[in-house]
């Protein structure tokens, strides 16, 4: 469900799967309803910067 999101302009060979996938999930704690339930900046740049996947804990 994720790649349905990218933009259809983007050739599929000038992104990765996995780090699409990651940084949408990223992108989707960030937008909690409560404030407090969203990362901060410096917990979003350690996720952006860590090789695994982030797993969305609701």
Same mark, same amino acid.
């Given at each position: ?7 259809? #302009?983007?050739? $599929?060979?000038?992104? %990765?799967?996995?780090?699409?996938? =990651? ?12 404030? #407090?339930?969203? $990362?901060?900046?410096? %917990?979003?740049?350690?996720?952006? =910067? ?9």
């Amino acid at each position: 469900m994720h790649m349905e999101l990218v933009d259809k #302009s983007i050739e $599929p060979n000038e992104y %990765e799967t996995w780090k699409v996938k =990651k940084i949408m999930e990223i992108a989707l704690m960030c937008t909690q309803a409560s404030a #407090s339930m969203r $990362p901060t900046m410096s %917990e979003v740049v350690m996720l952006l =910067k860590s090789k695994g996947f982030v797993q969305i804990i609701a």
